[in-house]
């Protein structure tokens, strides 16, 4: 029963944390756009995730954080649950052999992820029309939205950081509990 009701937890405020990123994401972040660039926080939790719990827990959240994407926003469903998934499951690979406190890690993951990411939706949504002018959308698009994801990266991560830190506090509790 505890590990239901640890589970059960921690589904719920992965959960929230997805709904409520994506709620600012739909409707705040639109008046901190620099140019035509919003920031893509989504793609920042995710890989903050994914770190912080291991590649398959990252390839979930980051399945439903696109999904929840795709649902709304998508022009075709399972592009951004595909890239969401890839990149969580990528990202968490370092899992057992990092620092959690050391912030370079999270920033590395966040560009290359975010390189990534723009250049899948790039391939699948413009190059498939004719649209090759690849070096424009670098220049306008990935580059100032991977900055974008790499300075926001740090307050992300520390906040997901601390959101994990005191699930597995409690989670430690429950576990004490019942010995």
């Known amino acids: ?12 405020v992965t959960g929230l944390v997805i709904f409520i990123n994506f709620i600012l994401q739909s409707t705040l972040f639109d008046y901190i756009r620099i140019g035509a660039i919003k920031p893509n926080t989504a793609l920042v939790i995710i890989v903050c ?4 719990r291991g590649d398959i827990e990252g390839a979930i959240f980051g399945f439903f954080a696109g999904l929840l ?10 592009l951004h649950a ?4 890839i ?11 990092f620092y959690n406190e ?4 999270p920033i590395t993951l966040v560009a290359v992820s ?3 990411y ?7 949504s413009f190059l498939f029309r004719g649209r090759i002018d690849i070096m424009h959308y670098f220049w306008t698009i990935i580059l100032p939205t991977t900055v974008y994801a790499i300075i926001l990266s740090v307050p992300i991560y520390r906040l997901i950081y601390g959101i994990n830190d005191l699930l597995e506090e409690k989670e430690d509790k429950h576990r004490q509990l019942f010995k």
């Open 82 to 85: 595909l890239l969401g998934t």
């Open 114 to 116: 975010s390189i990534f």
């Open 69 to 78: 994407h795709d649902m709304f926003f998508g022009n075709v469903i399972g």
């Open 102 to 105: 050391n912030f370079m890690l």
């Open 87 to 97: 990149i969580g499951f990528f990202c968490g690979k370092p899992f057992k052999s």
């Open 49 to 52: 995730y994914a770190i912080l």
């Open 118 to 124: 723009e250049f899948g939706i790039y391939f699948f």
């Open 1 to 12: 029963m505890t590990s239901i009701k640890k589970c059960l937890l921690r589904v719920t």
